[in-house]
């Protein structure tokens, strides 16, 4: 059923537009708003944060024990993976910068670089960028679900929620101890899967280097193994080679990690 969720759940995302109705924000919002009218959200204590991923978490896991029917689990994995996986707005601010770059209007192209939350000052390109984004809303959603089904994919879900939404700095870091737990195995996972769709001598470098450094931070391996394992060749006339290139890569990487679940799923590991 895992198998046959994320194939369903991943071609309909691509070939439909998500009403509000199917957006991960129309549900989970109301709940941090609830929690910060309360004062029980970003403060200095981390333990709020914990207890805030795992209050959702709980309940879905709670829901998906008590359900009997298989039929009843495959549905609602289904719409749990449906509401978590991808992202309307972001996809549509990078056509936006896609169409921009095309048509030369250089000013509306960094507009949109802007709203994707870009910033050339941490020192990784725009096509990084996108492919840590990718790795966020697709390849970790897709690996909790695989480790815990629907119940995985709204704890990463909520957890990253609680990142984004942190009003300051001070409280965002705060935040971020959870993603850095959450992150640490799919984004080394991640990158080991760009090695092998992607330029395995160029890119393993990079990947044994990072591989057991506890320091960095999963954003870094993801970024640079990405980086180091795609060839990309400079063309300052086209600003859109570079991120559709590592996009590509992205989702060939995305497209192995189905291939080993269905081979997972034919051994019996997985359901």
Known sequence: MTLISLLLVIALERLTTKSNIWRSETYMLPYLDFLRSKGWLYTTNAWQIY???AMPTLVMWWIFLNLESSLLTLVLNLVVLFI???CPHIRAKFKGYLQASNRGDFAARDLYAEELKFIPANGISFGQHMVWINFRYYFAIAFWFLILGGTGAVMYLTARLLESQAPD??????AARVMTILDWVPARIAACGFLLVGHFTQGVK???SYLFDLT???RDIVT???KSSEEVEPDTMDCTEEPCTLLRL???NMMLLLAVTAVLT???WIN
């Open 51 to 53: 207890l805030a991923v």
């Open 84 to 86: 978590a996986v991808g």
């Open 169 to 174: 700095e001070s409280q965002r870091k705060v």
């Open 206 to 208: 990079s990947f044994s």
């Open 216 to 218: 960095i931070s999963a």
């Open 224 to 226: 640079q193994v990405a």
């Open 250 to 252: 992205a989702k060939r």
């Open 266 to 268: 034919l051994g019996g």
